[in-house]
């Protein structure tokens, strides 16, 4: 059963003297040090003037490169709870982030709104936190994400205005990186791209739900799940889901229920492993006659490649294909440009 949505609570923008403590939610921080980019991590939050701390299980370390539940959901509760932290962000993805929902402190979380923001496994916390407390969060940047030394931008551009802005614009970018660049930061390679696909022309404002796609579907079912109706479906996947994974993904979750009142579809770039081809995906979303009244969009900078826009997960996005795609996110409708 989907979620009735609640008045939506915008977090306090984040400044220059703020401070962001990192967590652990899914995979540890001593996963991630394996290969140490720190240092570039460092360098770029003090460039926007924020402090870094960190949970304090973050490098806890178990056979699934996590930690215990009772150690993430610690550190998770501490960083709501302290009135010193502005924002939180998670180190990095992982698979079991889903283990923390049902203990989760729903009154905690919505009593101190603040950033929370990550992406991939990430995404149950985010749209099960904006479903049950009606708190705007985020799906973007990792504090990993930050350590690439090269090519970054215009991540951290889309981060920050997330996290500091009410609105903003998206620029698409004309290039995109789909490599290990943790572990080789001096051979990168960069691929040229023919930008928004566009395969149901039209326009649509609605609230933004989403992320990554697979991970979303761990919602389905229950009171942790947002209300899809009205909303504009921003999903992406990684390079392990292929066509026929990303095809039965999307047919399950369009067939939840009001899912035939979503305003409109945008689809982040596939990674190259996947190989989903843009006819392949025309195939797919052909099967879903519904798909054919809302505008639909799909190669956008953000998901498993990078560059990566942040989503705001229940603010608003408005999407516009007459000319190009036009793509604008506010955390209230009257604000979008």
Not at 124 to 130: D, E, G, P, Q, T
Not at 180 to 198: A, C, N, S
Not at 283 to 309: C, E, I, W, Y
Request: one cysteine or more.
């Amino acid at each position: 059963m989907s979620n009735i949505p609640k008045p939506p609570m915008i977090p306090r923008r984040l400044d220059s003297g703020c401070t962001v403590r990192a967590i652990a939610p899914s995979c540890s921080r001593a996963y991630v040090m394996h290969h140490d980019n720190t240092h570039w991590i460092n360098e770029r939050f003090t460039a926007m003037g924020l402090r870094l701390q960190y949970g304090e299980h973050v490098d806890e370390l178990d056979d699934f490169d996590s930690s215990p539940i009772a150690s993430r959901l610690a550190d998770l509760h501490a960083a709501f709870a302290d009135p010193e932290v502005d924002g939180i962000i998670s180190v990095i993805g992982g698979f079991n982030a889903n283990e923390l929902l049902p203990y989760l402190d729903w009154d905690l979380i919505a009593a101190n709104p603040k950033v929370f923001c990550g992406y991939s496994d990430f995404t149950v916390l985010a749209n099960a936190i904006y479903a049950r407390t009606g708190l705007i969060t985020y799906v973007g940047a990792h504090w990993s994400s930050f350590g690439m030394r090269d090519h970054f931008e215009p991540t951290g551009q889309w981060f920050r205005q997330a996290t500091h802005e009410m609105s903003w614009s998206i620029e698409h970018g004309t290039e995109f990186t789909d490599d290990l660049w943790f572990m080789d930061q001096e051979h990168r390679i960069i691929h040229g791209t023919d930008g928004p696909w566009i395969m149901n022309p039209g326009q649509a404002t609605g609230r933004v739900i989403g992320g990554n796609l697979g991970t979303l579907r761990l919602l389905q079912g229950g009171d942790m799940m947002p209300e899809l109706a009205g909303s504009l479906l921003f999903l992406e996947d990684d390079g392990a889901a292929d066509a026929d994974e990303f095809a039965r993904s999307l047919a399950s979750l369009l067939q939840m229920p009001r899912a035939e009142k979503i305003r409109g579809l945008a689809i982040g770039r596939f990674q190259l492993e996947s190989k989903i081809t843009r006819s392949l995906l025309e195939q797919v979303l052909a099967k879903h006659p519904r798909l054919s009244s809302v505008p639909v969009v799909a190669n956008l900078d953000f998901g498993h490649t990078s560059p990566m826009f942040t989503l705001p997960i229940g603010g608003w996005a408005a999407l516009d294909t007459a000319n190009g795609v036009r793509l604008d996110f506010a955390h209230t409708p009257e604000q979008l440009r």
